[in-house]
């Protein structure tokens, strides 16, 4: 039976698909009961705690098959994906550098590209995690940045402005150690300060 969700902090229409077992989360933001959310958040990855979201029912999947054989159906399952670029706060990218990145308990190893990114396909149910980037070869030569994947409000809203201050290393909430900032490709122009601001995006993949 179809329904409506309200979205909470730290969901994604990836998450929000995921826990209602829709493979891919198109079928909810295009559905035609949603053209007032597709209105109102034109990005469909950075939704807004409390947004109204409809939910239709599940396509019931019902195919034609021979009986008294074995069949194999797969479900296609859409993606998630989550992009950093990592720079100091003078916009020089942290290139070539070895990285250490915990999400939701899963630990990866790897090096940032020449521009300073990291691409790196998640779970669309991860919320957590923290990214340790080390500037030299000393280990101990690093910096650390907490995650919080999918908590990106809208750049209409003030918590949505804060964060992608916080996220170039202006501090406008606790305060913590600055050695440089992580951010993803997004952006969208609100006024001077916030001009050339980019952050962290946490997004379904294009490539369902």
């Known amino acids: 039976m179809p329904f409506v969700h309200r979205v909470a902090q730290g969901e994604c229409l990836a998450s929000i ?34 947004d109204r979201v ?16 074995r069949h194999l159906y797969v479900v296609k399952w859409s993606k998630a994906s989550v992009r950093f670029i990592i720079e100091d706060d003078k916009g020089t990218p942290f290139a070539n550098k070895q990285y250490h990145l915990q999400i939701d308990g899963t630990t990866r190893e790897g090096t940032t590209g020449a521009d300073g990114s990291l691409d790196l396909e998640i779970q669309p149910t991860a919320q957590n995690g923290e990214l ?13 940045w907490p995650l919080r994947l999918g908590h990106l409000d809208p750049i209409e809203e003030v918590s949505g402005v804060q964060a992608r201050l916080n996220n170039l290393g202006c501090v406008c909430g606790s305060g ?14 609100t006024s001077s300060a916030d001009r050339a601001a980019r952050y962290w995006s946490y997004r379904p993949d294009a490539a369902g």
């Open 132 to 144: 340790t980037v080390f500037l030299n070869d000393d280990e101990y030569d690093d910096c650390t």
């Open 176 to 189: 913590g150690r600055h050695c440089g900032r992580a951010h993803g490709i997004g952006r969208k122009d």
């Open 54 to 69: 409809y939910i239709p029912d599940l396509d019931s999947g019902e195919r034609d098959a021979a009986t008294d054989q």
């Open 17 to 50: 698909a995921r826990r209602y077992h829709f493979a891919d989360w198109r079928t909810i933001y295009y559905h035609p009961q949603n053209a007032d959310f597709r209105g109102k958040r034109s990005n469909p990855n950075v939704i807004y705690p409390g």
